[in-house]
């Protein structure tokens, strides 16, 4: 098919969209699957466990991210139920504040997490450290030191520099660092390049094809005040088909087997991490966590068995698919305009009071969305729109293509689902917009978990 001359996104012209999006028969319906379980509506208006979403816009101002606290709950008990012999660790990455890490440590979870400033908000939350684990391809030396001195659980080596790094504070604090091996197996994730972390050109591990992970674990070994726990691996995000996981552990149960007979040494645990898929639009399809954790423990005994090695401990890292349905971001529109397109079509453009500084992922990597009329009920024959925000470039782009009511106006509220992860973690000040507001509802209260930036915020930064 040949491209569009002015890019990907202006070859969806015309009035029908994108080959998967069909008109809805009554535009006032929601979509369930893309909605957490606390989400429905009542006479046109948005409700998440009993509150509207005109409540919540007057009480704390769009735009504003609602999280459905018990769905929140409820999808990583699933995932502990799915993974019952595994450790099951919330990838703080996706969305982390104090109150969502206190819900993950009631829900008997662990914590993986990237940097030190996701290990300030774990222990202000009063996480267990030693439930928690540390990522990250260049931790510094005082993050190293700090996860050391509060006692994290693991850490993750990424580089030969780390375990330098590592070995040294061991020695200087008289302490021990349990630590495994991030290895790359040459995977292809079916995803997007950027949110795509185990083929062989990009930062992350140790790459099993050219010896390097043997050599890093080799290097561990023989350093002292590293106690080796084994290997850990991670593909991508977003994944819906199982095909990747089950290259990579055949790959990593292979180096396992590798390790055991050239150094003599079990890995006795083995971190598959996570990335499984969550659903944005209709086009998507994600897996319950039961049917994951049925194949994937699957997939590593039936590998172990024809290795002729011991099973590794087991654990993943699922955060999108916890955090990202939880939530929805309100907005309140501004402006609407119609805009002609290549052979006669039209599209209807809606402005919001959000946008890039809050949602970054379609401008990042071309991520889809969806919405709906959030604050009334509409009788407006649907019309194909996109949703754009108000920063100042063509690339702010909330939703590329939905149905709207025709009718849609300044000052209706529109609600965007699946915007708990990787929306206020990746949140910016782009034009020095402050960053939204984050409110947890939970049997018809809601209460702020993140408190909305101000102006002042934001001029306290400039040293005059």
Not at 110 to 136: M, S
Not at 165 to 175: I, Q, S, V
Not at 207 to 215: H, K, N, P, R, W
Request: charged residues 25%; glycine residues 10%; negative net charge.
């Amino acid at each position: 098919m040949r491209s569009h001359e002015a890019g990907a996104l202006h070859g969806q012209a015309g009035t029908r969209g994108p080959e998967w999006l069909r008109e809805p028969d009554d535009v006032n319906t929601i979509v369930p699957q893309l909605w957490s379980a606390n989400v429905s509506k009542v006479d046109g208006v948005l409700t998440v466990a009993g509150e509207p979403a005109t409540d919540l816009a007057q009480e704390f101002g769009t735009p504003l991210y609602v999280v459905d606290e018990d769905d929140f709950r409820s999808r990583a008990r699933a995932f502990k139920a799915a993974f019952p012999d595994a450790d099951v660790f919330y990838a703080g990455k996706a969305f982390l504040c104090v109150a969502t890490a206190r819900w993950i440590a009631e829900e008997g979870l662990n914590l993986d997490v990237c940097t030190g400033g996701e290990l300030a908000v774990a222990l202000r939350a009063g996480f267990p450290p030693a439930r928690i684990g540390h990522h990250g391809n260049n931790k510094s030396v005082a993050e190293l030191r700090r996860a050391l001195e509060v006692g994290v659980g693991r850490i993750v080596i990424d580089s030969f520099e780390e375990i330098e790094r590592l070995g040294a504070l061991t020695a200087e604090l008289g302490l021990r660092a349990p630590v495994m091996v991030r290895v790359t197996a040459g995977v292809e994730a079916h995803t997007h390049e950027y949110i795509s972390t185990s083929h062989e050109d990009q930062k992350f591990g140790f790459s099993i094809s050219d010896g390097a992970a043997l050599a890093a674990v080799r290097r561990v070994l023989d350093t002292d005040g590293l106690d080796f726990l084994g290997l850990h691996s991670h593909i991508g995000s977003q994944i819906f088909v199982s095909d990747g996981f089950e290259v990579a552990a055949r790959r990593v149960l292979r180096l396992h087997a590798q390790i055991a007979r050239e150094l003599g040494v079990t890995a006795p645990e083995l971190d598959l991490g996570g990335g499984f898929g969550i659903a944005y639009t209709t086009q998507d399809d994600p897996r319950p966590a039961e049917d994951l954790g049925r194949e994937i423990v699957k997939i590593v005994t039936d590998e172990c068995g024809a290795l002729g090695v011991d099973v590794p401990h087991l654990s993943i890292e699922p955060g999108r698919a916890i955090a990202g349905p939880s939530t929805f971001t309100l907005y309140e529109v501004g402006t609407t305009k119609a805009v002609g397109l290549d052979g006669g079509g039209s599209r209807l453009y809606v402005s919001v009071d959000g946008g890039m500084s809050d949602n970054i992922r379609p401008a990042l990597y071309g991520a889809d969305y969806s919405c709906t009329l959030a604050s009334r009920e509409s009788e407006a024959r649907p019309v194909l729109a996109r949703v754009v925000g108000k920063h100042c470039e063509s690339g702010d782009i909330v939703v590329k293509s939905e149905f709207l009511p025709g009718d849609i106006a300044a000052g209706d509220l529109l609600a965007v689902p699946g915007t708990g992860a990787y929306c206020r973690s990746l949140a910016n000040n782009y034009n020095h917009v402050p960053r939204a507001a984050v409110v947890a509802v939970r049997d018809g209260e809601a209460r702020l978990v993140l408190r909305r930036e101000t102006e002042d915020d934001l001029l306290r930064l400039d040293v005059e």
